[in-house]
């Protein structure tokens, strides 16, 4: 078996309301492999995106393990957590994200800035990822230049430029029409082949379908957790 | 990776110029007020500094009393009971440098088709001294000339431009009252003096000559006013106070009566002037600071606004890997870029406000390579010291929540 990216023991998280502390999510036990394609799915307050920003490390569980790659999250001060997001993860939005003012070039090369990679060097990885994403010719580009769907695809190329091991997607095809949310479920799946383990959130069923695994959540707890051949069989 | 993150500050500049523009003319106007309130501060005080110099340091000026006859009093000067022997008497003190007796009057000096109307000093080489007055060409008279009375004479820079147009004075014969004088010696030029009045504009001659041949004297050997110069500023109490003693032991005055001459520290007078400028420019460097406070303060409320609009921008950042340091960097080469550059465009506009300043009003104004030193100084700091709050601020931001800003 491929050695684990993702562990997960006892996690929870609570938010501090009026009425006291809410439960967003309750004991969840997960564990993903390298090479895995999962997708999350569940109903609005399920709870599938306060996991999504934990295991982006950009919230903190209340309470639990979340250990990756062997190491264990809740001990990285927070500089060494900007490194993982940097250096082990990346991240793909919603609603795209990318920086206004900048060129697709510019903006698939930003992470490489936190990591001290050389201008050349830079430019050279974005473009390279821009071709793997089709966009090679939009390279000097400004984001609202292009369609929703190239956005997309131009925030994914920034999630890889850092060779991540991991890809998190929140809703990626959820600002896009059916037909160009196919073409990006299509360049995950080729992604997923070359090796790279995603962790993708949605609530259409007919993206799940392309994740090899797929979890459901509800009341901020897993109720499902099967392999696709399986729910298809 | 600073390059980079210039670059970034620069767009983030460029993106809104109008409100750069706007922060950056604070420190522009800051800096420039700073630089021109002290280049006129500066040049104040130089200037006041060459009139004081130009007077001699550590002067005192001894007056004849006045007179009293009938109930009538007359002014200072007027009853001769300073004596050429007093003046050496206290040239003996301790302390003292030089002790010249002065006689001061006004005569119309003749050479060639020439006439002009100067003010002639009847006085001794300790005056010149006392002045801290060079001859700059020929020599001066000495003490002989003024043991035997000889009629010759140094003869300041206006007074000879008047006389002798472009012919050297030197060993020419001018005269003062029909009485032929040999010009020994060139004065150094002076300038204007306290009072206003043009210190070139004189011709200097031995004490005895100016009694007995110019002006005449009722009483031999008196005169109306002694200079004295003391070694130095600190001894100058001491000076005045072994002064006074002595002469009211020579005039022979009695505990509790009134003294027949008068003692004036003129060191006082110029040190009064040199104080209130030197208040006057630090009052104008005082008010031109406040200013540049201003103007950091309008840096500061622009970056907390940059902030808040960027909130958004800054949480796709740290989601990408942005440390702590790299967002705080970020803002604060931004406030340091506005605030430095505000300055450089100050400094030229400080600069060439000085020098309009000195064209149009006459006003003398030095610029220092001091002050452009401080300000550039004041600006870097205050880029950094306003801009930080604003950019931890940013760099404080919790990633998840910096994401969901609208």
Known sequence: ?233 | MTLAMLGEAWRAMGANKMRTILTMLGMVIGVGAVVLMMAIGQGAQYAIGQTISAMGSNLFVLLSGSSQTGGVRTGSGSALTLTVADADAIAELPGVQASAPIHPGSAQVVYGPNNWNTAIIGSTPAYLDARAWPVVSGAAFTASDVRSATRVALIGQTTAQNLFGDEDPVGRTLRIRQSPFTVLGVLGSKGQGMDGRDQDDSLIIPLTTAQRNVFGTQFPGTVRMVMVQAASQEIMPQVEKSMTELLRQRHRLREGQEADFYLRNLTAVADSAAESTRVMSMLLGAIASVSLLVGGIGIMNIMLVSVTERTREIGIRMAIGARERDILLQFLLEAVIISVVGCFIGLLLGIGGAWLTQLLTDTMVIISGSSVLVAFGVAATVGIFFGYYPAQKAARLNPIEALRYP
């Open chain 1, 1 to 233: 078996m491929n050695p684990e990216v993702i562990r997960i023991e006892g996690l929870g998280k609570s938010y501090q309301a009026s009425a006291g502390a809410f439960p967003a999510l309750k004991a969840v036990k997960l564990t993903i492999r390298k090479g895995e394609f999962v997708a999350i799915m569940g109903p609005s307050g399920s709870g599938k995106s306060t996991f999504m920003n934990i295991l982006g490390c950009l919230d903190a569980p209340t309470i639990g393990r979340y250990e990756m790659e062997g190491r264990s999250v809740a001990e990285l001060d927070r500089d060494e957590l900007a490194l993982l997001r940097n250096r082990t993860i990346g991240f793909v939005f919603q609603g795209f994200n990318l920086l206004p003012r900048m060129t697709l070039r510019d903006n698939v090369a930003l992470p490489l800035i936190y990591c001290g990679v050389k201008k050349a060097e830079r430019q050279a990885r974005a473009e390279t990822l821009l071709v793997k994403v089709g966009l090679a010719d939009k390279a000097d580009s400004l984001p609202n230049q292009i369609s929703g769907g190239q956005q997309q695809r131009v925030a994914i190329a920034r999630a890889l430029v850092n060779r991540p091991s991991l890809l998190l997607a929140d809703e990626p095809t959820g600002n896009l029409d059916s037909h160009t949310s196919l073409d990006i479920m299509a360049l995950f799946e080729t992604l997923n082949h070359e090796g790279i383990t995603i962790v993708l959130v949605t609530h259409e069923p007919d993206i799940a379908r392309h994740a090899k695994r797929q979890i459901h959540f509800l009341d901020g707890g897993i109720v499902s957790d099967q392999m696709t051949e399986e729910l298809t069989a």
